[in-house]
Antibody
């Protein structure tokens, strides 16, 4: 059974960099069949796609965040990571990692449990 | 890339049917048969309920169905049950490698 687990600091200072890691078990992030993405949800608000990577090394970012976002991969650990720079209180959210098939790419079929990141001094 | 438009809330009584709309543009919903729908209970991760406009993942009740016309997709839940009370989100490709979610709809089962 595929499982995804987010990890990282729950508190980040304004203007700092948010860093999270998603560890995948029960499946390989190097599979050609899947994309691996990050989605966030501010408290009481809706979902926002942040970015996605594909095993070829290609990364795709939300245009509204692309100048602050970097997604990287560690295939040896079956992990992928998110970095969001110059954070403000507006970046406070639950951050999810998720898998979506390359053949049906809007279908985020497996999700992590999510991790709350608060931006505050 | 603007969020897809969903009604903030809908409600229905047990046993009734409800429909949630998801309106986009010709650049997202209208261009791709790749609309998906998610159910989210409080404090939980979203769950995929419908993909590719009309398809149901294994294990999802056939009370859930999807459709699309032009730039608007719809999720219909028939035979409403108390456990259906949740937030629902649509999602669409907004390009071959960009994705956009709807603002979400809170379903109340009265």
């Amino acid at each position: 059974q595929l499982q995804l687990q987010e990890s990282g600091p729950g508190l980040v200072k304004p203007s700092g960099t948010l860093s999270l890691t998603c560890t995948v078990s029960g499946g390989s992030i190097s599979s050609s069949s899947y994309y691996w993405g990050w989605i966030r949800q501010p408290p009481g608000k809706g979902l926002q796609w942040i970015g996605t990577f594909y095993y070829t090394g290609s990364t795709y970012y939300n245009p509204s965040l692309q100048n602050r976002v970097t997604i990287s991969v560690d295939t040896s650990r079956n992990q992928f990571s998110l970095k969001l720079s110059s954070v403000t209180a507006a970046d406070t959210a639950v951050y999810y990692c998720a898998r979506h098939p390359s053949y049906s790419s809007s279908s985020f079929d497996y999700w992590g449990q999510g991790t709350l990141v608060t931006v505050s001094s | 890339q603007s969020a897809l438009t969903q009604p903030a809330s809908v409600s229905g009584s047990p046993g009734q049917s409800i429909t949630i709309s998801c309106t986009g543009t010709s650049s997202d919903v209208g261009s791709y048969n790749l609309v998906s729908w998610y159910q989210q209970h409080p404090g939980k991760a979203p769950k995929l309920m419908i993909y590719e406009v009309t398809k149901r993942p294994s294990g999802v009740s056939n009370r859930f169905s999807g459709s699309k016309s032009g730039n608007t997709a719809s999720l219909t839940i028939s035979g409403l049950q108390a456990e259906d009370e949740a937030d629902y989100y649509c999602c669409s490709n907004a390009g071959t490698t960009t994705w956009v979610f709807g603002g979400g709809t809170k379903l109340a089962v009265l």
